[in-house]
């Protein structure tokens, strides 16, 4: 192929076949898809890994600050109301930092055409994944009607799928629960997935916990609905070639152990945000990397990353906040989270406090 190259604000080089007339545009996360509005087919993820979308905590700088203890765990954003990507901030909403790949955006939403726009949109600024909520159990998502509610629509959930795929050449996925309400058990699971997967859905993420919609908080529906992992295994058994990614309650590499024949992968959720480390630990059980992580690295690394953003006159707070687990498990955990969450809203506050946070764990440690 004879190939001219053109600069692009969202991917390395826009190729041009000079026998062919087709662009190509070369990402820097080294996949070539058509620069047409012809979709191909979605690139194929490594799903053995990832971490949870959480509201109001993995934002932008959390997401950057796990990422440093694995370079290959699949991160999801919070998330995002397609609505207000498309009336919103775009780039607030969803601006990244291109270290985060791969990165999948999880939307919220029921219009199939409001989804579709947002989701073209966040393939515009490189997102891997697009992810719908349809798990969610909170009153203020139910009075939207997304979230876990959905499920009681598999049609419309059809739909949704089938516009953002129409739109998109990124894997374009759902994640869900097991049931609502008095509504569970595979066969309630399987009439939902089934109109899904017919819309062209590439992957499920299926937290093993029906949603309760009445009377619990959504923190309580992470906790009392019993797990029900076996009807995760049964749908992964059901769909073969469609990958399965089981969420909920797994917080060790020997409490995932037991899934791996069953499933393609999964997700790690609060675990991760409250002992990041954890990541580290699941990415050399499942293969992801070979050796576990050194914290002090990556707290170095994270250092240059607040720098960075300090002098773009970030707050030290909305950044110190998501590495206040750095040190669990370890001693000089309780000084170190002393230390930042005393001083961090400070105006004057800024890496030195990210050093004397270090040091208050390392002489805790030596006491």
Not at 169 to 174: E, K, Y
Request: charged letters at 20%; a positive charge.
């Amino acid at each position: 192929m004879i190939a001219t190259c053109y600069p692009s604000r969202l991917f390395d080089s826009i190729i041009k076949c000079e026998l062919c007339g087709w662009l190509f545009t070369y990402q820097a996360r080294n996949s070539v898809s058509l620069a047409t509005n012809v979709p191909l087919s979605p690139t194929v993820l490594d799903r053995r890994l990832s971490v949870a979308p959480m509201m109001e905590w993995t934002d932008r700088h959390c997401r950057s600050y796990l990422r440093l203890w694995s370079p290959n765990v699949l991160l999801y954003t919070e998330m995002v109301v397609a609505q207000a990507i498309i009336k919103g901030d775009t780039q607030r909403l969803l601006g990244f930092d291109q270290a985060e790949h791969p990165l999948a955006l999880q939307l919220g939403g029921s219009e199939p055409q409001l989804l579709a726009r947002a989701a073209r949109m966040a393939m515009d600024f490189g997102y891997d994944e697009i992810n719908l909520n349809v798990g969610c159990p909170s009153d203020r998502v139910q009075k939207a009607v997304f979230g876990a509610c959905l499920m009681r629509e598999p049609k419309r959930v059809a739909d949704c799928v089938a516009a953002m795929k129409a739109v998109v050449n990124v894997p374009v996925t759902v994640k869900c629960r097991i049931g609502v309400d008095d509504e569970e058990g595979y066969e309630f699971l399987a009439r939902f997935v089934e109109p899904v997967v017919a819309a062209g859905c590439d992957a499920f993420i299926v937290h093993a916990r029906k949603a309760i919609l009445g009377g619990l908080s959504p923190k309580e529906n992470r906790e009392i609905p019993p797990l029900c992992y076996p009807v995760v295994w049964q749908l992964k058994k059901a769909y073969p070639q469609l990958p399965i990614v089981l969420n909920g309650g797994l917080k060790t590499a020997e409490q995932t152990a037991p899934h791996w024949p069953h499933v393609d992968g999964v997700m790690i959720g609060r675990e991760a945000y409250h002992r990041p480390a954890v990541l580290s630990e699941l990415a050399v059980a499942c293969g992801l990397q070979i050796a576990p992580t050194d914290p002090e690295a990556v707290y170095d690394r994270w250092i240059e990353y607040v720098a960075g953003w300090l002098a773009r006159g970030e707050r030290l707070a909305a950044m110190s906040r998501h590495v206040l687990g750095h040190y669990t498990g370890r001693p000089g955990a309780r000084a170190f989270r002393r230390t930042l969450s005393m001083a961090a809203h400070r105006p004057d506050a800024g890496v030195p406090l990210l050093r004397e946070a270090r040091r208050a764990a390392s002489e805790s440690q030596a006491a």
